[in-house]
């Protein structure tokens, strides 16, 4: 029998993130914990249908109108016109000037695939900035899009478990002409470090002056602050530099939509006379990617979106999730400012999202994971994997972790050691 094509097809390294999911369910350990999945989790450890979302179904389930013929190319009209006011808020001037569309996508994936696409097959861009660390798909994506020069400017600064601001400007200000710049609009993922307003101002004057292609990332409006109009302060403040801007939208976390892959492209630009042009060519890359986007989470989205009672019940709904995040980010803390764990904890309050980058090793990290804790390798966990009953055994593992695994770091600031330094 002659050799299969197949027969040099070697085995893709896993994704981790899954793979900590399938070593979660594997595990047999009661105390079990899964740290790793991007996901919401109620306190008793499960994942929460909003009720608002079962209620849309319900109403798309009885509504004997309804349909499976195809949507338009570029998506569900109400849905996209509904996500885009969202972001931007319904008075902002590049609605009013009528200089913004929108593109229904496979999730927040699909839309920085088809502005990547659409970069580098109509615009011929070919370096892309992501900043150190960021999503890792991030670098996938764009790679994948055809982009053949992917670069990183500084951001997580290790010591001071913040920005590292001054970097990032330097490399942005260092970063050619016709670069592409990934943003993340709200709760840097894997950060959970966000620049401050004023530093926001600094990073949009850098890129207007090098004229560098802002391509924001927002994938947690009202899921970080549990406020929208917070949440989308970035988003609004770059559409109002009269710039012409990309924003990939996801309403996997703010909607708990993750496998509905509900996502929305939103396009500014400085010229209304060329949303023609733009749209025909932004259709051809759907056309070639997916065709035509599945209707399901769009219908739900706008459902919520284009009604005063459920988009009240819908904020109502997001405060309770963040909020939780935000109560699991103070228990840990206490729990391990009560063990007196070695190094200055404060990172994990300040830090904002569904991810706190935690600063352990990993041989830390391995450690918990043989403790049956489950988390990325970088040390970045998922707030939501922590509940009121498992707390206090991640926070001792941790410590017992870090007395363990010490690293030493002669430069900490003001002389206090930072985790795991000591």
Known sequence: MSDSVFKDVQNAP?????????????????NKVN?????????EGKPWVLPVVQTAELQMANDKTLNHEYLPVAGLPDFRQAATRLLLGPSHKVIAENRVESFQALGGTGALKLGAS????VLNFDVVYVSDPTWENHNGVFKGAGFSDVRTYRYWDSETRGLNFSGMCEDLSNAPENSVIILHGVAHNPTGVDPTK???TKIAQICNEKKLFVFLDCAYQGFASGNLDEDGWASRFFA???IDLFVAQSFSKNFGLYNERIGNLVVVTKDPSKLAEIRSQMEIQIRIMWSNPPCHGGRIVATVLNNSTYYEEWKGQIVTMASRIKKMRQELLDNLKKLGTPGNWDHITKQIGMFSYTGLTEKQVEYLK??????LSSGRISMCGLTSK????VAKTMDEAIRAYPTLNLSVMAGEPGPGNY
């Open 14 to 30: 896993p994704i981790q993130v899954f793979q900590l999911t399938k070593l979660f369910t594997e595990s047999t350990d009661p």
């Open 390 to 393: 498992n707390v206090a055994f």
């Open 198 to 200: 004023e530093q926001w």
């Open 370 to 375: 043989s403790k049956n804790i489950f988390l």
């Open 118 to 121: 659409f970069l580098k097959n």
């Open 240 to 242: 109002d530099q009269n």
């Open 35 to 43: 740290l790793g999945v991007g996901a919401y989790r109620t306190e």
